[in-house]
């Protein structure tokens, strides 16, 4: 039986022709060894040598570990071991974060990063409406948005959750949305939920104020366009997705479907299964690149290092995946949520930059003042973050973000 080498180290990188990972590793055997476990597992390979792997084959479609600094491997893929389909990221995580995580050989490994050559981008569209998009539909070109997440995250009736919206738009938020876990419960149905949502919305605007609300409609894949376009017909402004649970499948049918004319808000629960691990699983650059190519608008990337979930060291690099020119495709809204409150605003933005929406649930349903007061407060902090002025200072004439201060601080 013949053996292949799938160890081309030195070979320079070929991000034009192939998709170009770097996984870290961690393992007893000599790092060679481990990284050709990877190439083998993923390409032509499997644990023992075979008599149908010829040349030809070997050639054409085996992996390249063409570098291995350290802990960091770096293994190249043909672009023609991923399926000629237009765009499909389910046959692409099989490749690249497939078998690998359970290699014997290897005692953990994580995939850091990912690039795509020109003929795989080129199979997905992107966002419909981007950054930018959402900007224009809430006439905002420059300061960052700032939302909250209705509380408690199920419970509230459908009248309940309006009045909710209603108070934190007239609080001056920009953005609100059901939480992850909110679909179409009986406590709270949908069609129900998703008209008295907009009602509350069509009468902020008649007063003067222009909101989005995103409807969660995570649910199965052969379900989630028709609800997409169900929520849609009943006014729904802004339309929010799962990601992990639901799918990258189930994301680029609704960003891809023409009928489907609304942003879509990307939530990523269940991603700490894989991210939060240093050493094993994937890190959440690779997940927010394929959010990008296959059209979310708007995504959850962290508090960067602020706020309740663990921080991600590659916040920054979230940042540019979601707003940089890397990608050639419209540029996607970070989120940062996750234990935000006005106290932490500052410190958030002196990260994320002016491009991002920055939203809390209990940072704005915890005000001492109630939602309306919630909301002022956590506009008053972007307001002073964007004039650069130090929210203890800009409390001094803001009673509501000086109720929040006095509540919970600053960092
Ligand atoms: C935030 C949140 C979001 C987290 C998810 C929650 O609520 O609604 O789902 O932001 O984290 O349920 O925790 P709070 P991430 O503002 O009350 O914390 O964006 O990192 O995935
Ligand atoms: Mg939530």
New binding site residues.
Partial sequence: MENYSYLHLGEPEDPDRNVVCKYRVTTDLPMEKAAEAIAAEQSTGTWTGISTLDHSIFDDLGARITSIEGDMVTCEFPAADFSIETGSVPQILSVIAGNLFGLGALKAVRLEDVTFPKSILEQFKGPKFGADGIRKALHRPEEPLVGT?V?P?IGLSPEKTAEYVYEAGAGGLTNSKD??TLVDQRFCPIEDRTIRVSEALDRLEEEGHYMMHAINVSTRADRIVELAEKVQGWGAREIMIDVITCGFGCLQALAEDPSIKVPIHV???M??AFTKDPFHGINMLPLTKLVRMVGGDAL????LGV???AADAHDDKNLAACLGDELPYKRVMP??????YPGIVGDIIARSGMDVQI?????V?GHPGGIRAGGMAMSQAVEAAYKGIPAEEYAKTHAELAAALERWGSR
Avoid: Y
Wanted: with cysteine; proline share 0%; hydrophobic share 25%.
């Fill in positions: 997440i509380k995250k939480d992850e939530h990523r629960t991603h700490g959850h990337i962290g508090t706020g309740k979930m989120v940062c949520s996750g234990g935000v939203q809390a649930g209990g940072g349903a």
